[in-house]
């Protein structure tokens, strides 16, 4: 059975659904001290062969720089996947709140009556970009989601709608 990165929250069917959306974390922190350990044996690889010659000097900091670099490219990734969204449907209100990795909260509310949810083929930022509108405002959901999750996901807060109808 594949795993979803969202997960319908428990309830009974009378009390508000929700749903939280979060974005993959494929490189767990076990895989990510593993990755820059054998980067970090690779780039030492070179520095055999220099022990005792004065090129030692040159490539060492060079490498360590390279080693640097990927830690710190990895570790931003690692936060910037940090990304949680939170849908809950009640039978007055719909809440979107997206909690963005760098600690901002957005949140968006609207009537469920008008609430519309829109699978866009193309013209978004990720094809098919999943949106929600039922108000002033159309808002994004699930944008970091695969293609076939967002498709998924649809149909399962359809299916959460028309129940609650």
């Not at 993959?24 to 220099?50: E, R, W, Y």
């Not at 949810?117 to 999943?130: I, M, N, R, S």
Request: glycine share 10%.
């Amino acid at each position: 059975m594949v795993t979803m990165p969202y997960q319908w929250s428990p309830s009974h069917p009378s009390a508000p659904q929700r749903v939280t959306l979060w974005a993959h974390q494929s490189l767990s922190p076990k895989g990510f001290v593993g990755f820059v350990g054998v980067t970090a044996a690779m780039l030492a690889l070179p520095l055999i062969t220099q022990i005792g010659h004065p090129g030692l000097w040159v490539l060492l900091p060079c490498l360590l720089a390279a080693l640097g670099g990927v830690w710190v490219a990895l570790a931003r990734n690692a936060q910037d996947r940090g990304v949680i969204e939170e849908l809950v449907l009640t039978a007055d209100k719909v809440t979107l709140t997206r909690h963005s990795p760098r600690g901002q909260r957005q949140d968006w509310q609207a009537n469920p009556h008008w609430l519309r949810l829109t699978l866009h083929e193309t013209g978004g930022p990720v094809p098919k970009y999943l949106t929600l509108s039922g108000g002033d405002r159309v808002v994004e959901l699930g944008a970091f989601l695969t293609e076939g999750e967002r498709i998924t996901l649809k149909e399962s807060i359809e299916r959460q709608l028309l129940q609650m109808r």
